[in-house]
């Protein structure tokens, strides 16, 4: 058995500020709306997906939801754990394991842990605090924007790259958000304005990094053959894949390449598809360094040319790769991960759904995982028609 | 709060088993780094396998504790009030001489604006507690 697989529903809780939703409550308001867009009840669910909680969450949450899927997946590995989930259930249903899968995400970020993420949080929690080996980086102080910010000075350093050209990253993703009013900032900024925000962790100002906002959103794969009889627009899984280099950025082998430069490229052959096939980009934006290195390595642009690339307004809409048009997490939502949320968008752009932030025609989309410390990254392939 | 370093008790490792003779290394003033009889090759964190080739023919070498910034990042923003309190300051990868081992450290001596990517610098020990020194580097002519 080998059954194309299709999108069959997304929906997205409410954001970016809900002081009055649980974690939980947001995934199943993004739960909810997925399966409503679909078209189908909880009881045509037999696969569950979710990430970010530690052991058993998305039992839990199946629980929850009143849910009794005979497939799971719990794989947490960073924000790029949807990517890979969307591999798994691909996969799965491809071979007749199971039907259809929802894929749940959800926290409440914003408002139990504030700003602080990433930026070393305050307190003790003793030894374990201090896990080895992560102890051996925790101890110096370096922050998580620190570990993204020593592999774009590295960058720099190597191929020229400029602070100015990750800015330009920040300033067209604002023109998306600009247009989304669910994102959490909207008012258009300069390339100035992100070199005049503060230093996080050099070279990384505070506006080449992701907001922390409260949010979820739920995607629901399921069988062509299902999708079908939904009547919603069909949008295909056509090919993904996954991988990783490293947990702590100590162990990183190239600062310069992800394995992104991997999953890229196994992910579009799988497609039949070469990056100038590509209509959007949905790209996990953890900061403004993880799109210009992803940029490169998924051959949109040649190694140490992102930057160049990304200035050349190559992101906005009609640009040659409208990218994260959603307004992305540098300025829409960022719950904690954003992993799922470039898949909803991506699939929101397929059905020709998006808006005032439509990109004509969109035929393929591809959204771009990033977990860690640019650890782990998934790539998934999506397009209006089968390969 | 351990009274003559400083260094907050929720900042001190724990001393797990494969990491004993580095931490043991530090309180003597001596970088210990794990080398590999099969590929030759170092590496830092202490391991049971060799991470670059799969032996667990491993020794133990005193590393000459110099080595080249491979990146460095300057941190201005930390929650973690030890460090808040020193902000801005710069934590860079290293790599030693010795091939194959990079250490992640602060260059507390570097100002923000003196760290640059091949700056040559040496290994400095801070004692963190009556157990172990943290690895610091400073500028190396
Ligand atoms: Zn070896």
């Known amino acids: 058995m080998n059954r194309r697989v299709c999108v069959a529903g997304v929906g997205w809780a409410d954001g970016p500020k809900t002081p009055d939703l649980t974690a939980m409550g947001l995934q199943a308001q993004a739960f909810g709306r997925a399966t409503a867009d679909a078209g189908l009840t909880k009881s045509d669910i037999d696969g569950l997906a979710s990430a970010g909680y530690g052991g058993m969450h998305e039992v839990q949450l199946a629980e929850y939801l009143g849910l009794t899927p005979h497939w799971l997946d719990s794989t947490s590995c ?241 640009g040659a790769l409208p990218t994260n048009t959603d307004g992305g997490g540098l300025s829409a939502t960022h719950p904690g991960m954003r992993g799922l949320f470039l898949l909803c968008e991506a699939t929101r752009q397929l059905r020709g759904e998006a808006g005032d932030s439509q990109v004509a025609g969109a035929e393929i989309a591809v959204a771009h995982g990033s977990g860690g410390w640019l650890s782990t990254m998934g790539t998934v392939v999506l397009g209006t028609e089968p390969v | 709060m351990s009274d003559e370093t400083g260094v907050p008790s929720y900042l001190i490792p724990r001393i797990s088993p494969e990491a004993a003779e580095f931490f043991a290394g530090t309180v003597r003033g001596e970088l210990r780094v794990q080398r590999c009889a099969s590929c030759g090759l170092h590496h830092h964190y202490p391991r049971m396998f060799c991470p670059h080739c799969g032996s667990d023919e491993l020794t133990w070498v005193t590393a000459s504790g110099r080595g080249t910034v491979h990146s460095f990042t300057v941190i201005r923003q930390q929650g973690i009030p030890m460090f808040k309190e020193q902000v801005p300051f710069v934590v860079a990868l290293v790599d030693l001489d010795e091939p194959g081992a990079r250490f992640i450290a602060q260059l507390p001596t570097v100002a923000p604006e003196h760290a640059v990517i091949d700056m040559r610098v040496q290994v400095r020990f801070r004692p963190a507690s009556e157990d172990m020194a943290f690895v610091e580097f400073e500028p190396h002519e």
């Open chain 1, 78 to 318: 960073g924000g790029s754990s949807f990517e890979f989930h969307a591999l798994h259930a691909y996969r799965a249903i491809q071979a007749g394991d199971v039907d259809t899968v929802a894929i749940v995400y959800g926290n409440n970020e914003l408002s139990t842990a504030g700003r602080s993420l990433g930026t070393g949080r305050s307190g003790g929690g003793g030894a374990a605090a201090m896990p080895y080996p992560m102890s051996f980086e925790l101890t110096t102080g370096l922050t998580l924007v620190g570990a993204y910010a020593m592999a774009a000075q590295r960058h720099m350093h190597q191929y020229g790259t400029t602070a100015e050209q990750l800015a330009s990253i920040a300033v067209q993703t604002r023109e998306h958000a600009a247009r989304n009013p669910h994102a959490m900032y909207r008012d258009l900024i300069t390339v100035d304005d992100v070199l005049g925000s503060k230093l996080v962790a050099d070279p990384l100002h505070k506006l080449d990094c992701c907001v922390v906002s409260d949010g979820g959103c739920a995607l629901i794969l399921t069988t062509e053959e299902r999708a079908r009889d939904l009547g919603r627009p069909l949008v295909y899984v056509r090919g993904a894949a996954a991988g990783m280099t490293h947990h702590s950025i100590q162990g990183m082998p190239d600062l310069t390449v992800t394995a992104g430069a991997v999953t890229g490229p196994k992910a579009f052959a799988e497609a039949g598809i070469g990056p100038s096939d590509v209509d959007t980009f949905q790209m996990y934006d953890s900061f403004t360094y993880t799109v210009l290195v992803c940029l490169e390595d998924l051959g949109f642009a040649p190694k140490g040319e992102g930057g160049a690339f990304a200035a050349s307004g190559a992101l906005r809409l009609g």
